[in-house]
């Protein structure tokens, strides 16, 4: 009994000289990389809310109105307040342009890119001219504040996050802020035929028709007075804007006809019937809608 007891002592002593295991590293969580859907060289990606509202009006060149937490036109279902000055569809074209270079990384990260570069991928000369509307187009995303609620989500700050320039070299640094992606859902954004709005340059009113219509799997017909909203336009009478919508409409036809890409529209009394083939991603859209009962 002795010698047992005295073996069960070393055994004990022996176990509390043994080195305890070393606590294990705490695991750091990798940061997640937030990108755009990816979209093709001929396409440009925007939130579907900002295509269906005047954000991006259908305005002349000139003098802009400064907007202060003004609440701004859009479809039911989107809700947009905006601060900063008015946008137009060539500010459009240049956030489109910025995203499209920056759906091939992580948002968050300095997009790179000369004056040279960004303006040819918007189809324009490289020209003091350019490169001076190139800069106030920029300054101009930056120096606002908007909310846009679609969907589910909620957007808060500003559609350019950050912006530096090399003015020796012409070079560019653009920052988006990640949390933009909120609004690329799944069926929360369009992929613009760039072609046919490039075509269009020069015509607000039809680059906004072309980008609001895209938007839409299969349009319902739409009050000329409520186009007129949501379009931002500054034409106050209705007979003149009927004239413009009309003369719109057919170049929008035109430039759809010239790209293949089908678009028909008929103006019976105040409404607006529009006709289009819908997108790849539209038509897997429509698939998913219940099928309505045959009456």
């Known amino acids: 009994m002795d010698k047992l007891k005295r073996m069960q002592e070393r055994n004990v ?14 695991v750091q969580p990798s940061a997640q990389v ?74 968050g990260d300095e997009c790179r890119v000369t004056s040279y570069a960004l303006l040819k991928l918007m189809g324009k000369t ?16 930056r120096a606002n504040a908007v909310t846009v ?6 957007y808060i700050g500003g559609l350019v996050d950050e912006a530096y320039k090399d003015e020796e070299t012409q070079a560019w640094v653009i920052v988006v802020n990640p949390k933009l992606h909120a609004l690329y859902a799944t069926d929360q954004f369009t992929q613009v035929e ?21 938007s839409h799997a299969k349009p319902y017909p739409m009050r000329i007075e409520t186009l007129h909203k949501l379009c931002g336009s500054e034409t106050a009478r209705m007979d003149h804007y009927r004239q413009d919508l009309r003369k719109a409409l057919d170049a929008v036809t035109a430039a759809c006809e010239a790209h293949g890409e089908g678009f028909s529209y008929e103006i019976r009394g105040n409404l607006v ?22 009456g």
């Open 34 to 107: 937030i990108r755009l859907p990816l979209w093709g060289e001929g396409m440009r990606g925007v939130p579907n809310g900002l295509l269906r509202s005047a954000l991006f009006g259908a305005i002349a060149k000139g003098k802009r109105r400064f907007i202060k937490g003004e609440q701004i036109a859009a479809i039911e279902g989107v809700e947009i307040r905006y601060t900063g000055e008015r946008l137009d569809q060539g500010d459009l074209d240049v956030w489109e342009s910025v995203l499209h270079l920056a759906r091939v990384q992580a948002l």
């Open 273 to 294: 019937h529009v006709e289009k083939k819908p997108s790849r991603a539209q038509r897997r859209h429509l698939a998913k809608e219940p099928r309505k009962p045959r």
């Open 149 to 154: 609620k679609q969907g589910r989500y909620s």
């Open 13 to 26: 002593r022996g176990k509390e000289a043994e080195p305890s295991a070393p606590a294990a590293e705490p």
């Open 194 to 214: 760039w072609s046919v709005r490039h075509a269009l340059d020069g015509k607000p009113l039809a680059q906004w028709l072309h980008s609001f219509y895209a």
């Open 126 to 141: 490289d020209t003091g001219k350019n490169r001076t509307t190139l800069q106030t187009r920029i300054e101009r995303l």
